[in-house]
Each structure stands twice: as C-alpha cells, then as structure tokens.
C-alpha cells in the first residue's frame, strides 16, 4: 500500500505498447500539435496587429486562442515525451501543476464562450448599445473575470484534490492528470465525496453558463429571422455559427467524459474520449473560426503574405551583400 506522502510519481496510460505504435503516436499527435500552434498563433498574432480587427468580438476570439494554446500545451507535449523516450511517469509537482493550469484553461475558456454568447447577443439584438455595453474597459473587465474565475476553479480543485490521502498506487488510467482518475486512487471516503461535491457544484454553474448561452441564441435567433433581407441574415448568422460550433464541440466532449454512464467505461474509451475534448478543440477552433470568417482570413493570408514578402527581401539583402 502506498500513501499520498511517499508518491513521487504517477504513472500515465501509454498510447500503446509497441515501439513502432508509440512513435507513430508521437508522430501522429505531434502534428495536431503543431497545427494548433499555427493556426491559434495566426489568429492572435493577426488581430493584434491588424486595427480593424481591434473590435470586442475579436478581442474575445483573442483571449479563446491563447486559452486554446494553453490547454493543449499542459497535456500533449508530456504525453508526446513519454512516447518518444519510452515512459509513463510524472513527477508528484508536475502531476499537480498539470491538473491545475488544465483546469484553469478549461474553466476560464468556457467562461470565455458563455461571455461571446452575450456579445453576439448584445452586436445583434441590441446594435446601438454594443459600443456602450462593451466598451474596450468592459471587455477587459469581463476577460479578467474568465481568467481569474478559472484560475480559482484550478486552485481549489487541485488543492482539494492532492489533499486526498491515496493508497490505490501510482497509475492513472489516463495520458495525462486527469481529477477524476486520480480519486480512483482515494482511499477516504469523506475526501474523495468533499473533491466530488466541488466538481457537481461546478457542473451545476456549468450548467447554468449552458442555459444562459441557450438563451442568448434563442433571442438572437428570433432577432435574426426578423431582418427583412436574405442577405442581412446570412450575415448575422455568419458571425453566430462558428461560436456555436465551438460552445457545441466543447460541452459535448466534455459532458461525453464525465456523464457517460460507468457500465460503458474503459481504458481505451476513456483514453479517445480524453483526446476528443483536450486536444480536438484547440486544434480546430482556429479552423472554426475563420472558416466563413472573411474578415479574420484576409488579416491572417496579410500577415502571411507580409511574413513571407519579407523573408524573401531578407534573402535577397544578405545573398547581396555576401
């Protein structure tokens, strides 16, 4: 029997058991990475330098990206390390410091989403208070909440959590620290109910951001359907579906890991359902995104084009003076 005092490592689940899987497993997630590094970069970088995307709506897209870069970043690159070199193991501090900045990054982008419902809700249902209600201060404001919110969700959560005694082992039944798998190994009652208590009450507040953003849209439906021209609603719905995609990817990921039924539980489906909502997200939002966004795809193709201009007149300059 082991206690939570002598554990100085956990053990993760391994992609696979082979050599030849775990390096095609570093391969094949390495990519994903690489392209929510792009894509989420593009996005941030674009809208900071291009003014006419200096609007609330962009503001928040923001703010989405770099949560978006932060969540895949806590879980992948640990796992892509233990396939390439061959291990499971974490240390006890990087097991804790990976529950909390997943936490914090979850939390605070689902606040985020439930706060660019209200600012589609206010850009269409009420145009002539945008500027008011959603000045550049308020935006800050409201962003500060969603990061400060999750920063305390990650903080209580994962001292509640690594203030369970453990006496289960070391092994997770996950690639990365996950809460739920780590009070598998709890061996007091009242802990593992007072960390589950914690977690039905922040799906109840959960649920709660759920139905006010299934509100916002009912109005900005109903708002929607009321412009005369074909055109105008084509518009307006241009500027709702990709937050929607992204509010329906996000909770139905994450309500499939933690309210699926336990008789269906296993290692390998819990394994594809944690990629489903940790990694699939961040890679595709960006994709999402500026899929019927022309605005946002013209600043990111500008800045592109401007990279690679330069890039080009660098080489030029130096092949000329050498």
Not at 14 to 26: G, K, P, S, V
Not at 251 to 279: E, G, H, N, R
Not at 298 to 315: H, N, P, Q, R, Y
Request: one cysteine or more; a neutral charge; aromatic letters at 12%.
């Amino acid at each position: 029997m082991s206690n939570s005092s002598s554990i100085t490592q956990f053990l993760l689940l391994a992609f696979a058991d082979t050599r030849e899987l775990q390096l095609l497993h570093f391969g094949f997630f390495l990519g994903i990475y690489l392209a929510a590094l792009l894509g989420n970069g593009l996005i941030i970088t674009a809208i900071a330098c291009d003014h006419h995307l200096h609007t609330p709506m962009y503001f928040f897209l923001l703010n989405l990206s770099l949560l978006d870069l932060g969540c895949i970043s806590t879980t992948l690159p640990k796992a892509m390390a233990n396939s390439l070199w061959d291990t499971r193991a974490i240390s006890y501090l990087g097991c804790a410091a990976q529950v909390f900045l997943f936490v914090l990054f979850i939390s605070a982008e689902y606040f985020l989403l439930t706060i660019m419902a209200y600012d589609r809700y206010i850009a269409i249902c009420k145009p002539l208070h945008y500027g008011t209600l959603l000045g550049s201060r308020s935006c800050v404001h409201v962003a500060a909440a969603a990061w400060g919110s999750g920063f305390f969700y990650a903080l209580l959560h994962t001292a509640n959590t690594f203030s369970i005694p453990l006496c289960q082992g070391n092994a997770l039944d996950q690639f990365f620290c996950e809460i739920p798998q780590i009070l598998k190994l709890s061996c007091s009652d009242p802990d593992y109910l007072r960390e589950l208590g914690l977690i039905v009450f922040s799906l109840s507040f959960a649920f709660g951001c759920f139905v006010f953003i299934v509100l916002s849209y009912v109005q900005i439906f109903r708002a929607v359907l009321r412009i005369p021209s074909e055109q105008g609603q084509l518009k307006a719905f241009s500027t709702c579906l990709p937050h929607l995609a992204v509010v329906s990817l996000c909770l139905s990921t994450i309500t499939l890991a933690y309210m699926k039924p336990p008789s269906i539980s296993s290692s390998s489906l819990d394994l594809v359902i944690a990629v489903l909502y940790s990694v699939v997200p961040p890679a595709v939002n960006p994709l999402i995104y500026s899929m019927r966004n022309q605005q946002l795809k013209d600043a990111v193709w500008k800045l592109m084009t401007g990279c690679f201009s330069e890039a080009i007149s660098c080489l030029f300059s130096s092949a000329n003076h050498s």
